[in-house]
């Protein structure tokens, strides 16, 4: 399937909530009702009070700038002006230098897909030639480790991992020396989630950062936020406190194709101000795709 049609596929469930919730008010005649109906849609679609807002208002000045009358041709600017919020966050692609090392630290709260994605990324980068190495830091979770050691195991790359409990920046310390050992191009770092314990988990994260910083002064490093995309509006907040103890480069937004809430990728770039790297939209290795925020912003709107 063409990437195209598989993002279309794979935004359906939102699609039709979506597009379909917002139809049903775009139509009669332009006035504060229509506002007000407006900024309450576009909320229930997860996009956030905020950025709901600020659509609400864009389309109010462009109804009174060109003099529109009727409803339906609002719907055009509705898309071009989420077209646009998506593309002022468009990110570029994931960047590698070659002979250096480069570091993907990869956040986020359990469950919500960094673990998977970790091993797909593992599987694109080692099917391009790259050498990657993973790093098995969060250590509270035995489960996190095996799961991780089996996606390794899947992709052929080498895994980093120490026992149950063990200081996630020991096991970062161990990767990075590793890594400069073997000439690895790629290392990719997993990190515990557990936001229910939130001061312990920043000054862990914190702590990782400085060890990368130290030990891989001349790395080329990326922190990623991996976002479930069927949590709507808990993401904006993850993106908050995550943000808090490390410095993001980019999010992932991960099971796109099973949830109606994607349009909360809308809030989530211009709340938080950072890019979309990838998107999962499917359950293959090839379903983690890099973003493109035009053809999201079509996806939404067309079949």
Known sequence: MGFLKKLS???SKTRASFTGNLKNIFSGRVDEE??????????LADIGVSTSLQLSERLRERAREDKIKEREALWAALEEEITAILLS????KLQFQDGKLNILVMTGVNGAGKTTTI????????????KVLLAAADTYRAAAAEQLEGWAKRAGVPLIRQSEGADPAAVV????????????????IDTAGRLQNKANLMAELAKIGRVIEREAPEAVVENLLVLDGGTGQNAISQARQFAEAIPLTGLVITKLDGTAKGGAVIGIVEESGLPVRL???????????????????????EE
Request: proline share 0%; net charge negative; hydrophobic share 45%.
């Open 9 to 11: 596929s794979g935004l």
């Open 119 to 130: 091993g797909k990324l593992a599987s694109r980068y080692q099917a391009e030639g790259k």
């Open 89 to 92: 966050h468009q990110g570029e």
């Open 34 to 43: 229509f506002f007000e109906e407006l900024e309450e849609s576009l909320i």
């Open 279 to 301: 998107i999962g939209i499917g359950e293959g290795i090839e379903d983690l795709r890099d973003f493109d925020a035009a053809a999201f912003a079509k996806a939404l709107f």
């Open 173 to 188: 310390f161990d990767s990075i020396a590793a890594a400069k050992a073997r000439k690895i191009d790629i290392l990719i």
